[in-house]
């Protein structure tokens, strides 16, 4: 009798974990989605104290990682056929995009690159943000779209007000502003403003009126997804706060390839597919690749900085974080089938 009781005890919660609606486990996904912020204090707080070690090769390591990442996605043998299907998107697409970056930056055509960047990677942030809790309103079983439109446009419309707020000390976006008139980036803040709290008050009503009841992960991850900008209204400085907000963006950016992959190809026998599986499974293996990957462009970036070069490092930056926006929009679009097919089983359990 023993023996059974603590089996039958393990089952009982794993049945109550599965049906609160957690993704994977509440410490899996409290500290690595709900409060991923928690889990780069270390780093924020090398950022404050200025020491090198926590502030630019951990943040490069959780950076590049979280953007190599997406190119796992061209591995898998059950998305080549749509790949090559879609082959202008997916293949011909991020060449195009290089090229008109090279030329925007070659051209030197003033404040336009790093506008595009700022609001481009605001939308892609908030928009992860609104996958994830997607994710815990399907697993609760909601399919009203009322729902996802009301919870999807707070979020939204909350993270383009907060990285608004101090956008005065972003010179290049707040410049772009300043051209069209002196107080218009006083106005574009102030209608943000107001389109969040409108999106508010209309998540509200809609959560008043629905039918389901809102589980604790959907709840906790939802008050995430609300705050998730609360960086640009603590710091003055908007380019820090860019930095402390993308922290937890791509820690739960790669617990989420991390469970798929292991979900996805656990027990895969050759090819790609036991590769990564193979490194999902072993954290004594992934961990120590992502951090050579992390390192070796710090390391580029210091000889970068002794050569003189920043400039074109700064470039190469940038042009890997606009290929992984565009990229993520292909391969995260659940409005496709193949996404739904090959990504959404493994994250929700049905």
Same mark, same amino acid.
């Given at each position: 009798?023993?023996?059974?009781?603590?089996?039958?005890?393990?089952?009982?919660? %794993?049945?109550?974990?599965? *049906?609160?609606?957690? @993704?994977?486990? $509440?410490? &899996?996904?409290? !500290?690595? /989605?709900?409060?991923?912020?928690?889990?780069?204090?270390?780093?924020?707080?090398?950022?404050?104290?200025?020491?090198?070690?926590?502030?630019?090769?951990?943040?490069?390591?959780?950076?590049?990682?979280?953007?190599?990442?997406?190119?796992?996605?061209?591995?898998?043998?059950?998305?080549?056929?749509?790949?090559?299907?879609?082959?202008?998107?997916?293949?011909?697409?991020?060449?195009?995009? %290089?090229?008109?970056?090279? *030329?925007?930056?070659? @051209?030197?055509? $003033?404040? &336009?690159?790093? !506008?595009? /960047?700022?609001?481009?990677?605001?939308?892609?942030?908030?928009?992860?943000?609104?996958?994830?809790?997607?994710?815990?309103?399907?697993?609760?079983?909601?399919?009203?779209?009322?729902?996802?439109?009301?919870?999807?446009?707070?979020?939204?419309?909350?993270?383009?007000?907060?990285?608004?707020?101090?956008?005065?000390?972003?010179?290049?976006?707040?410049?772009?502003?300043?051209?069209?008139?002196?107080?218009?980036?006083? *106005?574009?803040?102030?209608?943000?403003?107001?389109?969040?709290?409108?999106?508010? /008050?209309?998540?509200?009503?809609?959560?008043?009126?629905?039918?389901?009841?809102?589980?604790?992960?959907?709840?906790?991850?939802?008050?995430?997804?609300?705050?998730?900008?609360?960086?640009?209204?603590?710091?003055?400085?908007?380019?820090?706060?860019?930095?402390?907000?993308?922290?937890?963006?791509?820690?739960?950016?790669?617990?989420?390839?991390?469970?798929l992959h292991r979900r996805k190809f656990a027990g895969a026998a050759g090819g790609a597919p036991q590769l990564l599986?193979?490194?999902?499974?072993?954290?004594?293996?992934?961990?120590?690749?992502?951090?050579?990957?992390?390192?070796?462009?710090?390391?580029?970036?210091?000889?970068?900085?002794?050569?003189?070069?920043?400039?074109?490092?700064?470039?190469?930056?940038?042009?890997?974080?606009?290929?992984?926006?565009?990229?993520?929009?292909?391969?995260?679009?659940?409005?496709?089938?193949?996404?739904?097919?090959?990504?959404?089983?493994?994250?929700?359990?049905?």
């Amino acid at each position: 009798m023993a023996s059974v009781a603590p089996r039958g005890l393990r089952a009982s919660i %794993a049945e109550r974990v599965a *049906a609160a609606g957690w @993704i994977k486990s $509440p410490a &899996f996904d409290f !500290f690595l /989605l709900i409060a991923a912020p928690l889990v780069t204090v270390p780093i924020m707080a090398g950022v404050y104290f200025k020491i090198p070690l926590l502030a630019i090769v951990a943040a490069l390591t959780l950076a590049f990682s979280h953007y190599w990442s997406t190119l796992a996605f061209y591995f898998w043998e059950d998305s080549r056929a749509y790949h090559r299907q879609r082959w202008v998107a997916f293949y011909a697409g991020p060449v195009v995009l %290089a090229a008109v970056y090279l *030329a925007l930056v070659a @051209i030197g055509v $003033p404040y &336009f690159v790093q !506008f595009m /960047l700022f609001f481009w990677n605001t939308w892609h942030v908030a928009r992860q943000n609104c996958g994830i809790l997607s994710l815990y309103r399907t697993r609760a079983g909601v399919r009203d779209p009322s729902q996802k439109s009301a919870a999807n446009d707070a979020i939204i419309a909350i993270s383009l007000f907060l990285c608004l707020w101090n956008i005065g000390t972003h010179h290049q976006v707040s410049a772009l502003f300043g051209l069209i008139s002196p107080g218009f980036v006083h *106005a574009v803040t102030w209608a943000a403003g107001i389109a969040a709290g409108l999106t508010v /008050l209309r998540l509200i009503v809609a959560l008043v009126r629905r039918r389901e009841a809102v589980g604790l992960p959907e709840a906790l991850f939802l008050i995430t997804g609300l705050v998730f900008f609360y960086p640009y209204f603590l710091m003055r400085d908007s380019n820090y706060a860019t930095l402390i907000m993308l922290l937890p963006h791509y820690v739960q950016y790669l617990a989420l390839v991390w469970l798929l992959h292991r979900r996805k190809f656990a027990g895969a026998a050759g090819g790609a597919p036991q590769l990564l599986a193979g490194m999902s499974a072993k954290l004594v293996i992934l961990v120590p690749i992502l951090i050579v990957v992390g390192y070796s462009f710090s390391f580029l970036r210091d000889v970068a900085s002794a050569t003189d070069t920043m400039t074109w490092w700064n470039a190469l930056y940038l042009l890997i974080a606009f290929e992984h926006f565009y990229l993520d929009g292909l391969i995260w679009s659940f409005r496709r089938e193949h996404a739904r097919s090959t990504i959404l089983p493994h994250l929700v359990g049905r």
